[in-house]
């Protein structure tokens, strides 16, 4: 029983479904293309090559076609395929589309193939004699990630999720056997809105080319034991090397940065197992580097830089394993959820590790490892101990996040750590103490042997220099009260002094050296700034006017770091004094605008609004919020806000009298020019109005309608109101008056001419229903801009080393 | 001795300290009950009892919110929080607290929410339905 389901369009999906085989077939062929050209001892026949060339190209061109047929789907809003449906909607802004090919793994993973497709094409026309080998592990990877997407089942298995599935195939519902059921579809499940954030744009495609240029090294290595060209990869690898640093390190400072920036969890590295499992391979890289260095300089340390460069690979499949396979559940707010593709990715993994170890253990005999000892006072020997501080550092990283992954193979139940960031930082503080600290005495080593006396000399003036400036910073920036924070502090700073003399002389000419003394001052930068970010960032939204939950509650001690605001009510908040002044909406946003004041006596010293943003669902009665911060040259002002009245809540109740939601009334006999004060502010009469009109209602003689024009001050703010008294025969009415800004509702209620009085009755609500309010979170965050600018002096150091290095692969 | 395998004892060294850190900072997960019988912070895996009020009063408190969860095995309890509500804790399917007994009540540092993935097949069809009356 066929249905003819009307208003699908089917076409995209084919056409896409057929590039994902095309991208499965080509690089198929490209692989054994390139395996059989690789094992060709004809150097005239490069018919294998040709074709290998030729596979990976128009793989470039599949994937490519993927991208097209998924983002045109998606941008038409095409809700009978479940990835549009499930990962976009209508009201979507178009520059957010591709943000929505994240969300899901199977568009993560179309990057990651599509990144490696353009890898590889660059690696065709720059690899030369490496060409074949190397392409060759380069389409192993790819067919791996092909398969990904592959989405067919194969003997029950299925393999890889396409995008391309229908929703009707996925999804069961009643609604999917009637043949108009499209109509009934009005729009997709929507973007998360975290996602919805310009760094969300730039974010992952950064991350994964970081992740998929770390195949290149790789292969190399691969290629090196499988070739027999033990120590010729190594200049070319090189580049490529700090190209995936390079870029990874900025994927993942742009994830933190995005953490900082959209997300309230109030930092910028939380110790997240997402967050973990990207940095784990950017670590055993940045150690692979320096080992090549030395190796390079020294011809020491060849298997640990071999050994590095593999397993830095095999940890970014570990990672994708972390994070696709729902294993993090428990422990990440981050990981995707399970598509049932664990063991795929698993034996991904498995397959490049067995890949290595053969290799590895064939080859052992012939590797050039030296039997000699390394001098001590040489700087190869130092670039190797600080590559095994890395080492281990990852280590502790990876052994507290793979928790999850213990329990599942052993079946134990061990949770992570109570204090996860004090549990990383205890050891990572130490660890980055010992890293900074080798990077700016090593500065001073030279290969082979160094003269110790020299050495010594040129070291303890920068010594001495960084102790007196670390005991000023510490100082200023208040953390001298622990002792590994001065020691960190010292060390980045001695760091930034030795590389700062070594940036002096490639000023003078030794332009070489200019690449590696920048990356580092900017790593020391980055540790100094994330040090005094993390351990002094202040939360300045400490509520002191909260009334507590009774005494059960008053004695923990965990500070309140909420505060509530009403609109309008100043409150102080450290030096800072805070106003809510009001909400805007602009699409699904509402924007919440905060004053902040400086006051120096009476005068102001700063004035300025932050707008911290909440998307409200009314429908799922949530809100999903975003921070403003305010960035100054030496600190930022965090700030979020944690709860906001649901809009829904805000409607007026009906059936109930007006009256009933303002206090009882407090009645005044006026004349015009007296002032009646209330809680808030103060009512000026101004004028009587003689000839008032009310509408609808028309005067007949005898009649009087009597207005009376109010001035209302609250909160700085100027209102006009003119209640009016009207004598109607020989009925008395009055027509009272709101302002809502001011909580107030104001009746003219009678003339008392015996008197010569007025009488003004003033309505005033309830103080906690009166007005808006938000709950609000504000950190202070001293000295951030380090963290960030050191990672753009650190990046600028890769690109010069960079071009140093690619300038030296070209010239053998 | 040859530096190099003072330098791969260190390294051995450090990694069991590393180890066994990891071991020693390690909590479990326990239910309720095992919450009573110790003093220790503790990961307590369970579903929030939707029937049960949940305070979360701004105005009074803008840092006090509490629930009540039923555990793994079944025994519910009450928790208290201090901080504010959790965005979209109503839809919560699981809830992982990290924290310890405080006076019959449990009290959390800290709370992780796993939310139903997008996909779950009876969601659908509300959301059909729903849309089907508005046309």
Not at chain 1, 39 to 50: F, I
Not at chain 1, 107 to 129: D, R, Y
Not at chain 1, 207 to 236: C, D, H, N, T
Request: aromatic share 14%.
């Amino acid at each position: 029983m066929d249905t003819q389901f009307v208003g699908e369009h089917l076409l995209p999906g084919k056409l896409g479904q057929f590039f994902i085989i095309l991208s499965f077939g080509t690089s198929l062929i490209a692989l054994l293309s390139y395996f059989f050209a690789a094992n060709n001892k004809n150097q005239s026949d490069n018919s294998w090559q040709k074709l290998g060339r030729l596979a990976y190209r128009l793989n470039l061109f599949a994937v490519i076609g993927i991208g097209a047929c998924l983002f045109y789907i998606i941008y038409s809003h095409y809700f009978e395929y479940h990835y549009a449906w499930a990962h976009s909607s209508k009201t979507l802004p178009v520059y957010y589309i591709i943000s929505c090919f994240w969300e899901g793994q199977e568009g993560s993973f179309w990057l990651w193939t599509f990144w490696q497709a353009v890898l590889g094409c660059i690696l065709i026309v720059k690899a030369k004699s490496w060409e074949n080998s190397v392409m060759t592990v380069i389409s192993l990877s790819q067919v791996f990630l092909a398969t990904m997407l592959l989405g067919v089942e194969i003997f029950g298995a299925k393999i890889g999720s396409s995008p391309f599935v229908l929703l009707r195939d996925v999804v069961e519902g009643p609604i999917f056997s009637r043949a108009d059921y499209l109509s009934l579809i009005q729009d997709g499940n929507g973007l998360n809105p975290l996602l919805q954030n310009y760094w969300m744009v730039i974010h992952p495609p950064t991350l994964f080319l970081g992740f998929a240029s770390m195949v290149v090294p790789f292969a190399y290595g691969i290629a090196a034991l499988w070739q027999k060209r033990y120590a010729e990869w190594v200049k070319p690898a090189m580049p490529w090397v700090l190209f995936a640093v390079m870029i990874l390190g900025t994927g993942i400072i742009m994830g933190s940065f995005w953490a900082y920036e959209a997300l309230n969890f109030g930092g910028f590295w939380a110790w997240d197992p997402v967050e973990n499992a990207s940095i784990l391979p950017w670590i055993t890289l940045i150690a692979g580097l320096h080992v090549m260095i030395a190796y390079k300089n020294s011809g020491h340390s060849y298997f640990t830089a071999l050994f590095l460069i593999i397993i830095s690979f095999i940890l970014v499949l570990y990672a994708s394993f972390l994070t696709r396979s729902g294993i993090l559940g428990d422990t990440s707010v981050h990981a995707f959820t399970d598509l049932g593709m664990s063991g795929q990715l698993l034996i991904y993994m498995f397959a490049f590790i067995v890949l290595a170890a053969v290799l590895i253990i064939i080859n052992w005999k012939k590797l050039p490892i030296t039997k000699k000892d390394e001098e001590t006072y040489s700087r190869e020997f130092w670039l190797f101990i600080g590559s095994i501080v890395l080492v281990v550092s990852c280590i502790q990283i990876l052994a507290t996040t793979s928790i999850p992954v213990y329990n599942k193979i052993f079946g134990t139940s061990i949770a992570p750590p109570t204090n996860l960031i004090q549990h990383y930082n205890k050891w990572q503080i130490a660890f980055a103490f010992a890293i900074a600290t080798i990077s700016a005495f090593s500065q001073f080593l030279k290969y082979k042997k160094t003269d110790t006396r020299k050495f010594f000399i040129s070291l303890s003036v920068s010594f001495v220099v960084a102790v007196l400036l670390t005991a000023v910073v510490v100082y200023f920036t208040d953390i001298y009260h622990n002792f590994m924070y001065i020691l960190l502090t010292w060390a980045a700073i001695f760091s930034i002094l030795c590389n700062a003399k070594l940036l002096g002389e490639a000023l003078k000419g030794k332009w070489k050296l200019a690449g590696s003394a920048v990356a580092h001052i900017g790593f020391a930068f980055i540790l100094v700034g994330a040090l005094i970010a993390a351990a002094n960032n202040k939360v300045i939204s400490v509520n002191n006017t909260g009334i507590g939950f009774g005494n059960e509650f008053a004695k923990s001690n965990n500070p309140r770091e909420n505060i509530i605001l009403y609109k309008n009510e100043p409150i102080k908040m450290d030096k800072y004094t805070v106003t809510y002044m009001g909400d805007s909406t602009s699409g699904v946003n509402t924007y919440y605008r905060v004053n902040y004041k400086v006051y120096d006596g009476d005068k102001i010293k700063e004035n300025f609004d932050l707008y911290p943003n909440a998307q409200q669902n009314a429908k799922m009665q949530q809100i999903i919020a975003s921070p403003d911060t305010k960035h100054y040259l030496f600190h930022d002002i965090y700030t979020h806000v944690s709860s906001v009245p649901l809009k829904e809540d805000n409607h007026d109740h009906e059936g109930h009298s007006d009256d009933e939601s303002y206090l009882p009334p407090v009645v005044h006999e006026v004349i015009v020019g007296d002032t009646v004060r209330f809680r808030e502010g103060q009512i000026v009469v101004k004028s009587i109005n003689r000839n008032a009109t009310i509408k609808d209602i028309p005067l007949e003689k005898g009649d009087a309608a009597i207005g009376m024009n109010l001035e209302v001050l609250s909160a700085n703010k100027k209102f006009e109101a003119e209640p009016i008294f009207l004598i109607k025969g020989n009925t008395k009415v009055d027509f009272g008056k709101t302002v809502d800004e001011a909580g107030l509702k104001l009746r003219f209620t009678n003339v008392l001419p015996d008197k010569g009085k007025l009488e003004l009755t003033v309505y005033e609500k309830p103080k906690s229903e009166k007005k808006d309010w938000i709950v609000l979170k504000a950190i202070e965050f001293p000295y951030i801009n380090l963290f960030w600018g050191g990672t753009i002096m650190m990046v600028i150091g890769f690109l010069l080393s960079i071009f140093r290095r690619s300038k030296e692969a070209k010239t053998t | 001795m040859k530096k190099s395998s003072i330098v791969g004892m260190v390294i051995i060294a450090i990694t069991i300290g590393v180890i066994i850190s990891t071991y020693a900072d390690s909590s479990t997960y326990g239910s309720f009950t095992d919450a009573q019988e110790t003093q220790k912070e503790l990961h307590v895996v369970g579903k929030l009892n939707k029937k049960k009020e949940m305070v979360y009063n701004p105005q009074q408190d803008a840092n006090y919110f509490s629930f009540y969860m039923v555990d793994n095995k079944g025994k519910e309890c009450k928790v208290e929080f201090t901080g504010t509500k959790p965005q979209d804790f109503e839809r919560s399917e699981q809830i992982v607290l990290t924290g310890q007994m405080d006076n019959g009540a449990f009290h959390a540092n800290k709370i992780l929410m796993k939310c139903p993935s997008k996909y779950t097949k009876d969601k659908i069809e509300i959301t059909e339905v729903k849309a089907q009356i508005k046309s």
